[in-house]
């Protein structure tokens, strides 16, 4: 029950595939109409065609074990529909495809990110992070004209893979170059043309490229002209071209980095720092695996360790009251609108779903604005001057009240139905026996209803547990004193852990991984025992 | 019945939401500096609340890929299709609604866009993810450009993109109630106590300063950079040191001192946030207004004359400094068409009439020197966003500015609500920020 929605996918999965499935007949004979089978052929085409499209693109990226898993699902898919075997999984495997890309793959990607260090500034492979420091320290020779630029191949080399020759005009006295891989060489001027700027528009003996073609060359973005020791011309776009050099080199033998001044780098914490100590490294990391190092910084870090007990309480009491209120407040007007003698009940209802129809994140920011102390429109209404948001307590209260307006109509919703699926004879039974309203809906219609609701509850709690938007969008965590700007009176678990994770000077993923998962392991526990005691409700049916 | 029911929902959410649209609408335009410390973070928020949003795919039949906020990209469109006409290729420009998070990913994972539209102090961040190719500009080009607006564009003695925009708080001020531009705080706050005496209770601030309950670091800086503090002291070549943070300098804390003093004789109230400030002043209630070209056109809508100034200069202290934010276009380093990006964002982006185009849209003063001579020549609004921050120093672009925002903005905040003393606050958000710089 509680997992209705997941069925629910799971079984129109089933639905569509069945469409291509094998009708078996009343008298045990199994006939399959002739549309059914091409149709089941079709689609199992079409399955093979883009996991095989999959696996090309998969093969140019180089990712093997990628290859490797969609081929095993190819396979499966073969070997499940091909066949008249194995009926059973034909039903199961999209649902498990499914369980596969939506739960597993994000499970084991969290896992085994909170084992790295990735974050801003390790994002890069060691050899991506020393190619762009290299890339990054090309600076202008120093008294070295800008050139006016032209690309072009020799004539009769194809535009797409002849070797790219630079046509250079120097714009001081106007000679002409001719730049390719082998080095610099002046250019006849000879029948030369070119436009006010000096760029050349025809060179006998070359094909000038159009813009297109020179987009479309591959080796084009890293060529350059080498004219001397570590220097070489680099073109900028289209049309101009400068002196340029490297002003940082790497020695991969001894894995150092040296820049223009002789200084030394060398790696240290998936960074490149200086040798000797001194200055500033380079900012660019990279990603490595730091085994339990972000499990052992979040047990270690005093202000983490500060917080930690505060912020939970918070955080239950907080998801707590915020179900059972959204629950009462639900159940009251669910009971009320379920009266048969009500009028205008469809009207009623369609008002009440209307918090749910708002987005939520729009509804926070307007409470938000609504909690404000001196404009907004709660404190003008009643005339208090409660300071909402500023005030610790106060804020809390404004996060329960946002919520149970948020939060009522769902449970409305729920009861509704539930209340709908009460037969009426259990209560009229009741009505005989002597119970009065208030003795039927403790005794017959609450147990009934909970039996139905509970596993909701239970999964509302885990909801609200992790309400990272509400919290964030109305308080940011906050109210906050300037003596701790980490920890703040509203912070649930999952906002501090963003904030202690995302938003410090580089949004670190892998800490972020290793707090999600330990909050996993909180809301595992918490549910398990939830459910475990929802099991005893269930002996009333 | 049924269809009455739904007839009186659908006429209600409208309602409601024209009703979030009027309170949080105002938030929307500052768009690069002052949110950048909350809107990477509300970004990041779940999926599910943001079905609307999401990065665009890159085009795969484009043979350049340009990714932009709403509104540049409804200026840059024009023009890119006449590039592309130009040079016969198809250029595509596409809406991202958070530039520089979409980018980030995107790139990544290979599927980014070879040019971006954004703000200079995403560039640390950029660079240390190795997303981010270096421009050599050229002296020709870069005399062109107003320096501060190249400055900003370096990281670490390396330039990285084409600055088309300066933009920079000034003080606002509302002509009707007060006519004379003041030149210092004493002044600002004369001339305000009159316009509330003689409105008859219609006035009832005297300065907007958007700060809210958790602050906003953005505002804060202008008042320590009076009086000699700031955020991060510099190196020899112009960068910013994040081993030098200034928080808790004399200056600094000679500035907080007086945020204090305006915050308990009511000028100032973190009840004044981003998403009521620029309504507060669009309805007459508050003569000035510390903010930047975004805020104008709710006052424009509202009819309210309004004037631009330099900020005022604080008792016993130098003139208010604000941050200047650059917009520039970056080119990706995993961009698939470097060449046409290059040529587009050092040949193209640069024309005259192209950085026109943008103040035209966006109001910020062009960053190329002759089309800020043109337009300051017709637009007194734009010389005056100009002269608010001259000598003003780029907002920092390394990536220990993100740890500044959080706890400079919550010490601001705590001394004008008179939750704490400067000395106390301002403390403990230099610890706070020394440590997070040295966690890395």
Not at chain 1, 127 to 139: G, H, K, L
Not at chain 1, 399 to 407: A, D, Q, S
Not at chain 1, 528 to 534: C, K, V
Not at chain 2, 176 to 189: G, K, R, V
Request: with cysteine; aromatic share 10%; glycine share 10%.
């Amino acid at each position: 029950m509680v997992w209705g929605r997941k069925g629910d996918a799971m079984s129109d999965a089933v639905k569509d595939r069945s469409r291509a499935q094998e009708v078996i007949s009343l008298k045990g004979t199994v006939t399959t109409p002739w549309w059914a089978v091409t149709a089941k052929w079709l689609l199992l085409l079409l399955a093979l065609l883009v996991g095989l499209f999959a696996v090309q693109r998969l093969i140019e990226k180089g990712s093997w074990l990628g290859v490797v898993i969609v081929g095993a699902i190819l396979m499966a898919i073969l070997a499940v529909y091909s066949t008249r075997r194995a009926i059973p999984l034909k039903y199961l495997l999209p649902g498990l495809l499914l369980l596969l890309g939506l739960q597993i793959w994000p499970v084991v990607y969290t896992v085994s990110t909170a084992f790295t260090n990735y974050g801003f500034g390790h994002v890069l492979t060691k050899q991506q992070a020393i190619d762009a420091i290299v890339a990054n320290s090309v600076q202008e020779v120093p008294g070295t004209p800008r050139y006016a630029m032209s690309v072009a191949v020799k004539k009769g080399t194809p535009p797409s893979t002849g070797d790219i020759h630079l046509l250079l005009t120097d714009p001081q006295n106007g000679t002409f170059f001719d730049g390719s891989k082998e080095g610099m060489k002046k250019l006849s001027p000879t029948g030369v043309q070119k436009t006010d700027s000096g760029k050349i528009t025809t060179a006998p003996g070359f094909t000038l490229l159009t813009p297109r073609e020179v987009n479309q060359r591959k080796d084009f973005g890293d060529f350059a002209v080498p004219t001397g020791k570590g220097t070489g011309i680099k073109p900028v776009g289209l049309s101009q071209a400068f002196e340029g050099r490297a002003t940082v080199s790497y020695d991969a033998k001894t894995d150092t980095l040296t820049d223009g001044n002789g200084k030394q780098y060398v790696p240290k914490d998936a960074m490149f720092v200086p040798k000797n100590g001194h200055g500033d490294g380079f900012s660019q990391g990279w990603t490595e695996n730091v085994g339990f190092r972000n499990f052992t910084t979040i047990l270690s870090d005093p202000t983490i360790r500060k917080g930690f007990l505060s912020i939970f309480i918070w955080n239950v009491a907080f998801a707590a009251v915020s179900v059972l209120s959204t629950f009462f407040l639900g159940m009251l007007l669910a009971l009320l609108l379920n009266d048969p003698r009500l009028r205008g009940k469809g009207l009623y209802r369609s008002l009440l779903i209307l918090p749910y129809a708002i987005p939520g994140f729009v509804t926070a920011l307007v409470w938000a604005s609504m909690f404000n102390q001196d404009y907004g429109l709660i404190n003008n209404l009643t005339h208090l001057n409660i300071d909402w948001l500023g005030n610790a307590w106060a804020a809390r209260a404004a996060v329960l009240i946002t919520n149970l307006w948020l939060g009522f109509p769902y449970m409305f919703i729920v009861c509704t139905g539930a209340l709908q699926a009460i037969p009426s004879d259990v209560k009229e039974a009741a009505l005989i026996d002597g119970a009065n309203a208030f003795r039927t809906l403790r005794s017959i219609t609450m147990p009934l209803l909970l039996v139905a609701v509970g596993p909701l509850l239970i999964a509302s709690f885990a909801f609200n547990f992790n309400n990272f938007s509400l919290i964030f969008l109305l308080t940011s965590g906050g109210p906050f004193t300037a003596a701790n700007t980490q920890i703040g009176g509203t912070d649930l678990l999952i906002t501090y852990a963003y904030r202690l994770a995302i938003s410090g000077v580089n949004p670190n993923y892998g800490l972020a991984a290793a707090v999600s998962i330990i909050i996993f392991f909180i809301v595992a526990v918490m549910s398990w025992s939830g459910f475990r005691r929802s099991k005893a409700l269930e002996d009333i049916n | 019945m049924h269809r009455r029911a739904i007839g009186a929902v659908a006429l209600m959410v409208p309602a409601a939401l024209a009703m979030s649209a009027c309170s949080s609408g105002s938030t929307g335009g500052s768009s690069s500096s002052s949110t950048s410390s909350t809107s990477s973070a509300s970004a990041t928020t779940p999926a599910a609340t943001s079905t609307t949003t999401g990065a665009p795919v890159r085009d795969t039949t484009a043979d350049l890929v340009i990714w932009a906020d709403n509104d540049r990209a409804a200026v840059l469109q024009k023009y890119a299709d006449a590039f592309g006409k130009e040079n016969s290729v198809k250029v595509v420009v596409q809406v991202s609604t958070d530039v520089r998070k979409d980018f980030s990913a995107a790139t990544q994972t290979g599927n980014g866009p070879d040019v971006i539209v954004g703000a200079h102090d995403w560039l640390g961040e950029f660079v240390q993810n190795g997303a981010v190719e270096p421009i050599n500009l050229g002296a020709d080009l870069t005399a062109k450009l107003l320096p501060s607006a190249v400055a900003a564009t370096r990281f670490n003695g390396q330039t990285y993109g084409v600055p088309y925009a300066i933009e920079n708080i000034g003080l606002i001020r509302n002509t009707a109630l007060a006519p004379t531009a003041p030149t210092t705080l004493d002044q600002l706050l004369a001339e305000a106590t009159a316009a509330k005496a003689k409105s008859g209770g219609k006035v009832t601030n005297s300065l907007l300063l958007q700060v809210g309950k958790t602050g906003n670091a953005y505002f804060t800086y202008p008042w320590l950079k009076a009086c000699g503090g700031g955020i991060f002291g510099q190196k020899a070549n112009g960068d910013y040191d994040p081993k030098q943070v200034l928080i808790n300098s004399a200056g600094s804390i000679k500035g907080a001192t007086i945020l204090q003093q305006l915050g308990q004789s009511k000028v100032l109230s973190t009840n004044v946030d981003g998403t009521n400030a620029d309504s507060l002043f669009a309805a007459g209630k508050a003569p000035f207004y510390i903010s930047g070209p975004w805020s104008i056109d709710a006052a424009k809508k509202a009819g309210i004359k309004y004037a631009i100034s330099p900020l005022p200069s604080l008792p016993g202290c130098g003139k208010m400094q604000p941050f200047l934010g650059i917009q520039m276009f970056y080119v990706s380093a995993k961009a698939k068409n470097k060449a046409l990006a290059e040529e587009f964002v050092t040949n193209y982006m640069t024309r005259d009439d192209v950085q026109t185009a943008f103040f035209t849209a966006l109001n910020r003063p062009p960053a190329l020197k002759t089309a800020y001579d043109k337009v300051a020549a017709t637009n007194p609004d734009v010389k005056a966003w100009y002269e608010a921050g001259v000598g003003a120093l780029p907002m920092p672009n390394i990536p220990a500015m993100n740890s500044v925002w959080g706890p400079l903005g919550q010490a601001g905040a705590d001394v004008i609500s008179g939750k704490s003393t400067p000395k106390a606050a301002f403390d403990a958000a230099q610890k706070d920020i020394v440590a997070a710089i040295a966690k890395g």
